[in-house]
């Protein structure tokens, strides 16, 4: 049995006994490999297979599990505004600070079938952007040009949220180090989003009865408006956006739940605000799962974030956010989502911190 799972057993309050997540590992004493065999067996065109690199780290998966590949990156043109880099470079210094154990706690995703994608966005956009179709229209509306490299990064991003979503579900914790695609809408991408990561992800483990609700809390700066488009009237899926009200994108969408803060706000008012809210949409809807986009663009030094927070007020939010929801029963996938510096090693370091949070919080609840 997990530790996880142990874990919600031991604290088998009546909020936590009506988890389906609970139900489905108490009476299947079920392993991450079989929950991906039942995916593969439910429907074969949906299939998630584990390859014999992914089955070995999982053998030797030891304390909080991180979802990681150099696929992340991808050739941008020289002075590209987005910061590909930081990936490569928020994993190397999670290894080099001994926040994380490569050997122990590493797992590598697989990138997403066109099927996989097509459970959120249409045939044509799928088809268009996996074989570099798109227009030029198209890609300046994204801010990236098309490249077979970008659409092999995205779809190994993707992947990348799925595997964290379904370990998660099984550890009750694990993260990304990418990740948060919210601008993505079914048949267009937006803003330096091409696939709507987290959308794929709760309607993948929603299709295969991994869960039944998912609640994806969005604190990237800027509204997750596709997102929010997407699951527009879909009670399985809950979206909970906390964003900068005056700030990309202008013309916004109606989550099920959007906070506006103000430009300027500080660690104080806004940590405030979120635990207005965040507890009862955790009471109220009662996921199974909980994905959690911890954009840093908050940041009183991102350039593109007009917030006011601090490295100290970035981890109170995280931790807030995990152990609040790891307290009632819901697991939960991290992902990274924004962050804009020119100084690339501040920005990396700057997102290894919900990795350090959630580090904390696996240890601390004894997961």
């Known amino acids: 049995m997990s530790l996880w799972c142990q874990h919600l057993l031991k604290n088998n309050s009546n909020k936590v006994k009506g988890n389906v997540v609970w139900s489905f590992l108490k009476s299947k004493e079920v392993t991450f490999s079989q929950c991906c065999n039942m995916c593969a067996q439910s429907d074969g065109n949906h299939k998630f297979e584990l390859t014999e690199d992914q089955k070995s780290q999982l053998d030797r998966l030891v304390h909080l599990p991180i979802i990681h590949t150099n696929k992340y990156e991808c050739t941008l043109p020289p002075n590209h505004r987005f910061p590909m880099s930081k990936f490569s470079k928020t994993f190397n210094y999670l290894v080099q600070d001994k926040v994380i154990d490569k050997a122990k706690q590493h797992i590598s995703p697989q990138p997403i079938s066109a099927t996989i994608a097509e459970l959120v966005h249409t045939k044509e956009y799928v088809d268009k952007f996996f074989n570099g179709k798109t227009s030029e229209k198209e890609q300046k509306v994204t801010g990236f040009e098309w490249s077979e ?43 330096f989003c091409l696939m709507n990561d987290m959308a794929l992800a709760a309607r993948y483990l929603i299709k295969h009865e991994i869960v039944r609700k998912v609640l994806i809390v969005d604190l990237d700066v800027h509204q997750g408006d596709g997102t929010a488009f997407i699951f527009d009237k879909d009670p399985t899926v809950f979206t909970f956006s906390m964003h900068c009200g005056r700030n990309y994108p202008f013309r916004k969408q109606c989550s099920d739940l959007d906070v506006a803060v103000d430009v300027g706000t500080d660690d104080a008012g806004y940590q405030a605000v979120l635990k207005e809210h965040l507890p009862s949409v955790l009471s109220n809807f009662k996921p199974d799962l ?64 919900i990795h350090r949070a959630a580090s904390h919080v696996y240890k601390e609840r004894g997961l």
Do not use: W
């Open 290 to 353: 909980l994905i959690y986009d911890a954009g840093v663009d908050p940041h009183k030094n991102d350039e593109l974030g007009k917030l006011n927070l601090t490295d100290h007020g970035l981890y109170m939010r995280d931790y807030y956010v995990l152990d609040t929801a790891i307290a009632a029963g819901i697991p939960v996938a991290t992902v990274t989502g924004g962050g804009y510096c020119s100084d690339i090693n501040q920005l990396a370091q700057r997102q290894t911190i």
């Open 149 to 191: 490299g970008l659409a092999c990064r995205v779809r190994y991003e993707t992947g990348g949220t799925i595997l964290t979503s379904l370990i998660a579900v099984q550890r009750g914790l694990a993260s990304s180090t990418a990740g948060g695609t919210h601008h993505a809408f079914p048949d267009h991408g937006a803003g």
